[in-house]
């Protein structure tokens, strides 16, 4: 894996596996005796009796406020950091067809350790659900074929499902889509688009997400340095164009 490859992930930092672990310690801290023994209970249990495991994880969930009759509770229950419950809720809904869970199942099985992690799983959910529109999933797609992670290494792949997602907002796509625009892989080297597509992602982050949008900033000065004043002018230009576009696309919405 190459120096960039590394900066792809790294950026995309809502999807790393330490950011998961690093979330997965403070939820433990935080828990109840009570709450750390039904960790304990659902870890021992895996496999043994899936649908009495899931009725009993879904009674937790319900006693924590965490039910609900969609993709919400498995949703709900990832953030807590039940993964293995977060899979057993997704998975029926996923197989039904619901986007939401289909996304939420690839990101499991990307992030996941032991049994959770599953790369062919990974690939095959979220494929379905960027199939159909999710943005989450085109981007985590898109991530698995820039380290080769289930699929065979494909830049310009990867380029394409940054792509999609970049063009509905996400900034996490926009960003690693500036990435490879600026080392001119699977996409023409282009420090005019690098520039746009890194503008772009500093526009899209939320002031809270102060680590992704500095580094997009960053970036962006970076690549600036190497155009003239007349290429910044004209990166910005593209910028402002595509945001026109995408507000008449999208109806002025957020992705």
């Known amino acids: 894996m190459t120096a960039n490859h590394v900066a792809l992930r790294e950026r995309a930092t809502f999807v790393s596996s330490k950011a998961a672990v690093r979330r997965s310690r403070r939820i433990r801290r935080a828990l109840t005796a009570t ?8 870890g021992f249990a895996l496999g043994v009796n899936s649908d009495r495991l899931t009725q009993a994880m879904a009674y937790r969930l319900t006693a924590l406020g965490l039910a609900a009759a969609d993709a919400s509770a498995a949703f709900a229950a990832y953030e ?7 899979l057993r809720l997704a998975e029926p809904l996923a197989e039904k067809g619901d986007v939401r869970a289909q996304s939420l199942l690839g990101l ?3 992030i996941g350790r032991g049994p959770t992690r599953d790369d062919a799983k990974a690939v095959t959910w979220l494929r379905l659900a960027a199939d159909q529109g999710d943005a989450a999933a085109q981007f985590r797609l898109g991530l698995m074929y820039s380290e080769g992670q289930g699929v065979p290494q494909d830049h310009a792949e990867a380029a394409r499902w940054y792509r999609l997602a970049a063009d509905q907002r996400y900034p996490q796509a926009q960003y690693n889509l500036g990435l490879l625009y600026a080392k001119g892989e699977g996409v023409e080297q282009d420090n005019v688009m690098a520039h746009m597509w890194f503008n772009l992602a500093v526009a899209q982050f939320p002031a809270s997400d102060a680590r992704n949008r500095t580094a997009a900033v960053n970036s962006r000065d970076v690549v600036a340095n ?12 593209l910028a402002r164009e595509w945001q026109t576009m995408a507000r008449a696309q999208l109806g002025g919405g957020t992705s």
């Open 80 to 86: 807590k950091g039940y993964l293995a419950c977060a």
């Open 108 to 110: 499991i099985y990307y």
């Open 226 to 237: 190497k155009l003239t004043r007349e290429q910044i002018a004209e990166a910005q230009k």
């Open 35 to 42: 709450g750390a023994a039904v960790i304990l209970a659902v």
